[in-house]
Structure formats: C-alpha cells, structure tokens
Nanobody
Framework: QVQLLESGGGLVQPGGSLRLSCAAS????????MGWYRQAPGKQRELVAT???????NYVDSVKGRFTISRDNPKNTVYLQMNNLKPEDTAVYYC??????????????WGQGSQVTVSS
C-alpha cells in the first residue's frame, strides 16, 4: 500500500510564505515525477509545478518567481515553497507522484489535499 501524506497548509496574509511537504510511504521501488496541483472553489484542478527524478522542473506561469518545488529522493518527499502569496493562490493543494511499487506496477498517487488560504 502506497500513501502520500501532506502537511504545511494554513492561513497566511498576502505577501506571506508557506511551505508544503508531501511524503510518500509504503511499498515503493522508485518514484518518477512528483508535483503539486491546486483546485480553487468553482475551478478545475490545475498543475502548479512538477519535478522529475532527475530534477527537471516546470511551473505554471502564474507562480514563476514565487514558488519553488524541490524533492528529497532518499526521503521520498516533495516540497513546495510558496513566497509572496496572493489571494488568488487560495486553493486546496494536492501532491501527486508517479510511483513504481515493489510489485513493479506504475501508478499515479495523490495526497489528501492541503488548504491554503491567503487573506488579510
């Protein structure tokens, strides 16, 4: 059984910072890409940032220069450092990882979601 456990969401004022973490656990052979998505009320889930096992990174244009994705491969953990947060960043943030299990099966897995609210 593979699980992704997120932590680090919360309420922050505009211009503030938060750091999200997502740790994968269970029968893991390897992890390919990892990433963060978000879903605001009434909107579709959108990709925020991704990082491959080799460290290649992509961001949605709206967060470039403000958000930083990173990963700790030995810890099977991905992070999202969010700086200069804006009210439009308010959403539930989900981590995602493409994991090859000990049985050799490759599947996408999702975290439970973390609420990020940016408000004064």
């Amino acid at each position: 059984q593979v699980q992704l456990l997120e932590s680090g969401g919360g309420l922050v004022q505009p211009g503030g910072s938060l750091r999200l973490s997502c740790a994968a656990s269970g029968s893991i052979f390897s992890i390919n890409h990892m990433g963060w998505y978000r879903q605001a009320p009434g909107k579709q889930r959108e990709l925020v940032a991704t990082i491959t096992s080799g460290g290649s990174i992509n961001y949605v244009d709206s967060v470039k220069g403000r958000f930083t994705i990173s990963r700790d491969n030995p810890k099977n953990t991905v992070y999202l450092q969010m700086n200069n947060l804006k009210p439009e960043d308010t959403a539930v943030y989900y981590c995602n990882a493409n994991i090859i299990t000990g049985r050799g099966q490759s599947s996408p897995y999702w975290g439970q979601g973390s609420q990020v609210t940016v408000s004064s």
